[in-house]
């Protein structure tokens, strides 16, 4: 990991904090388009609203898959679903054909994610019930099912930064930075709490940290707004990740310097998903065997 995301002292939180006084914004993981599918949805705006996120609580509930097929969970934002483009080559189903290899099983992917803030993602939006409740529950169904969870992957907070920019009117926004970086935080600690209760203990939670979608190697990009901002997000999400037993997944390290590569305007391009796709599979190959070896065959 990057020197930034071990150092979890106060104080270099609050330098990061000041330093980030400009903030812009970064427009990643947010989108109109939302759930798991193999159809190709047209590009979005950078500046469409959110939904709330697919009903697919309603198969897992029904049970459509045999009991006793191994579960691949999925849950969060946009790039926990695969958005924009063609699903079947999202880091969703990369990962989970890495699974089936690994583990010499068939391996079901299955999301809730829609394009939830970490407010949103406990609160709901919209009437909506909100994703962590139907996270726990689509995780208690399997479980009631017999359908053993082999990987959890989820990434938010992302988009929570992403609001900052779209309330910044003209920088600096020092107080909107704060203040929804102090909404956020209690938020992550609800939500890995409530995911890591419901899940067996052996089924490994992934956490994502994020990339910055405006890095593409440019001259100050190390201490532009957008770069200092999101090093900021990432750290509070890796204190809290940890602090519930989550494994970090580093996204953040593969694509510095290629967001041009990598990105199409927030989410990742089909290179940019192989990428995370890989991240994915290094922090997998990594676990201790506790959280493998129950699900191998």
């Known amino acids: 990991m990057t020197p930034f995301v071990r150092s979890r002292a106060g104080t270099a939180l609050r330098l990061m904090v000041a330093a980030a006084a400009l903030v812009m914004m970064w427009t990643g ?36 898959v045999a009991a006793g097929t191994a579960a691949y969970l999925s849950i969060g934002d946009s790039i926990q679903y695969g958005c924009c483009h063609d699903r079947l080559r999202s880091s969703g189903e990369l990962f989970r054909r890495y699974l089936e290899q690994r583990l010499n099983r068939d391996v079901e992917w299955i999301t809730t994610a829609g394009n939830d803030t970490a407010d949103e993602f406990v609160h709901g939006s919209g009437g909506a019930t909100p994703q962590l409740a139907r996270a726990v529950s689509a995780i208690q169904g399997l479980r009631a099912a017999g359908r053993p969870i082999v990987s959890i992957t ?25 203040q929804i970086l102090e909404r956020m935080k209690p938020q992550l600690d609800t939500i890995y709490s409530a995911i890591v209760g419901a899940k067996p203990p052996e089924t490994p939670l992934f956490v994502v940290l994020y990339y910055n979608a405006s890095d593409c190697g440019q001259p100050g990009v190390e201490t532009s707004p957008t770069e200092l901002g999101q090093r900021v997000w990432n750290a509070t999400i890796d204190e809290a990740a940890r602090r519930h037993g989550a494994i970090i997944v580093d996204a953040y390290t593969p694509f510095k310097g290629r967001a041009c590569d990598l990105i199409e305007t927030d989410d990742p391009n089909y290179e940019g998903y192989q990428v995370l796709a890989d991240a994915y599979e290094r922090a997998y190959q990594a676990l201790p065997v506790e959280f493998v070896t129950p699900f191998q065959r």
């Not at 047209?42 to 509930?61: G, N």
């Open 29 to 64: 993981c947010s989108s109109t388009d939302h759930g798991p599918s193999t159809a190709s949805p047209a590009p979005r705006a950078a500046t469409a609203a959110r939904t709330p996120a697919s009903p697919q609580l309603t198969a897992v509930a029904r049970d459509t």
């Open 154 to 178: 989820l990434s938010i907070g992302g988009n929570d930064y992403v609001e900052v920019g779209q309330k910044c009117a003209a920088p600096p926004c020092n107080d909107i930075f704060l």
